[in-house]
């Protein structure tokens, strides 16, 4: 099955950008799209179809997709980005959806 | 409002069955897949599968094939997601979630429903 790999954890300070990778091979060729995840809540989607946001999510949230990586890229990140992000993909062989493990963004 | 709104918690022992409940409004919930997400405390999200409520189509995940099962009401626009005998190992959030279009992004989910498994 297709596996989608994310670093554990990401520190940045507020101001700074925030880049979160999703490996996986061949993503390039794939639609990936990401999902945050406060403490308590339900995920919430932040960018779909590699770049694009659902409305309410702010311009600083963009993504981008190159070959065997997917980046989330956070700029100028606040104390309320601080959150669990996933990556997700579908999976055309197998017919299903896959997550990546997530990434622990805190903000410092 | 387009939403998906979950049954409450639930306290089960090994061996019991249950099924969870996921209810639409505000779309067509016939034309649109519900999935099912797992996550278990402290862990990341796992695709468990999906359902076509206008016809009661399912793809599950490998990992949860013969696990649980899923269905559909769409008399009442509602998606389930049932176990026949709980193992502890099924103590997790479940959350119901809904893509626009096929194979696309979970824009809308649900509140979740926990679900604890102990003796």
Redesign the interface.
């Known amino acids: 099955s297709y596996v989608l790999t994310q670093p554990p954890s990401v520190s940045v300070a507020p101001g700074e950008t925030a880049r979160i990778t999703c490996g996986g091979n061949y993503i390039g060729t794939k639609s990936v799209h990401w999902y945050q995840q406060k403490p308590g809540q339900a995920p919430v989607l932040v960018v779909y179809y590699g770049s694009d946001r659902p409305s309410g999510i702010p311009e600083r949230f963009s993504g981008s997709n190159s070959v065997n990586t997917a980046t989330l890229t956070i700029s100028r990140v606040e104390a309320g980005d601080e959150a669990d992000y996933y990556c997700q993909v579908w999976d055309g062989s197998s017919d299903q959806g896959v997550f990546g493990g997530g990434t622990k963004l805190t903000v410092l | 409002e387009v939403q998906l709104v979950q049954s409450g918690a639930q306290v089960k022992k090994p061996g019991e069955s249950l099924k969870i409940s996921c209810k639409g409004s505000g779309y067509i919930f016939n034309n649109h897949w519900i999935?099912w997400?797992r996550q278990m405390p402290g862990k990341?999200?796992?695709?468990m599968?999906?359902i076509y409520p206008g016809d009661s189509d399912t793809?599950y995940?490998?990992s949860f094939q013969g696990q649980v099962t899923m269905s559909a009401d769409k008399s009442i626009s509602t998606a389930y997601l049932q176990w026949s005998s709980l193992k502890a190992s099924d103590t997790a959030m479940y959350?119901c979630?809904r893509p626009e279009v096929n194979?696309?992004?979970?824009?809308i989910?649900?509140?979740?429903t926990m679900v604890i498994v102990s003796s």
Do not use: C, I, N, T
Not at chain 2, 103 to 107: A, E, M, R, V, W
Not at chain 2, 109 to 112: A, P
């Open positions: 999935g997400v990341g999200l796992e695709w599968g999906m793809r995940s490998p959350y979630a194979k696309g992004p979970f824009d989910w649900g509140q979740g």
